[in-house]
T-cell receptor
Framework: SQTIHQWPATLVQPVGSPLSLECTVE??????LYWYRQAAGRGLQLLFY??????ISSEVPQNLSASRPQDRQFILSSKKLLLSDSGFYLC?????????????FGSGTRLTVV | SQKIEQNSEALNIQEGKTATLTCNYT??????LQWYRQDPGRGPVFLLL?????KEKRKERLKVTFDTTLKQSLFHITASQPADSATYLC????????????FGKGTRLSVIA
């Protein structure tokens, strides 16, 4: 069966520090991968998505970046965090071969920038 | 620009009643519409997908309608239970499956015993 892993679950980082959040998917190949952020009291904001290794599309210009070094690995990074980067970060995947199907989300990372 | 509106931020309903949540969209021509449930501190969980040529879709106590003329989807939970309390998100989707989902802000449903 397919599973998605996201870590860490919570993170407290000082302003100006780097960030690396990792997401991995098991039990499938060539998934579409997505990073969303949910700020307090706000909706899900799409940050990045990837349809293959090394292919990254950015939806919102900001100080975050994403990489997909392996088929089932998606990494969200920042060189210098801002206070406004605080939020709940969610990774999701979808199989393009399953036709119409919903996204499967990870359990999320709660990031607090202090 | 594309806009998704979910009727209210919060909806309180008594146990046993039918909860109805609304999702309106503008500047969109979605071929599908998805509904998700999100519990506090958790990722959203996929519930239902409805196609533009389907007027209605059911899954257990859930019913979704899709009116492309009104640009609206209604999400119903019949015989609501306190365990149905959560935030419900809608996501209209274009015909191309690779286009990422854009979500509404959600409606927080509270079912009161």
């Amino acid at each position: 069966s397919q599973t998605i892993h996201q870590w860490p679950a919570t993170l407290v980082q000082p302003v100006g520090s780097p960030l690396s959040l990792e997401c991995t998917v098991e039990g499938t190949s060539n998934p579409n991968l997505y990073w969303y952020r949910q700020a307090a009291g706000r909706g899900l904001q799409l940050l990045f998505y990837s349809v293959g290794i090394g292919q990254i599309s950015s939806e919102v210009p900001q100080n975050l970046s994403a990489s997909r070094p392996q088929d089932r690995q998606f990494i969200l990074s920042s060189k210098k965090l801002l206070l406004s980067d605080s939020g709940f970060y969610l990774c999701a995947w979808r199989s393009p071969r399953q036709g119409l199907y919903g996204y499967t989300f990870g359990s999320g990372t709660r990031l607090t920038v202090v | 620009s594309q806009k998704i509106e979910q009727n209210s931020e919060a909806l309180n309903i008594q146990e046993g009643k039918t909860a109805t949540l609304t999702c309106n969209y503008t500047n969109y021509s979605p071929a599908y519409l998805q509904w998700y449930r999100q519990d506090p501190g958790r990722g959203p969980v996929f519930l239902l997908l409805i196609r533009e040529n389907e007027k209605e879709k059911r899954k257990e106590r859930l019913k979704v309608t899709f009116d492309t003329t009104l640009k609206q989807s209604l999400f119903h939970i019949t015989a609501s239970q306190p365990a149905d309390s959560a935030t419900y998100l809608c996501a209209p989707q274009g015909p191309r499956g690779n286009t990422p989902l854009v979500f509404g802000k959600g409606t927080r449903l509270s079912v009161i015993a």
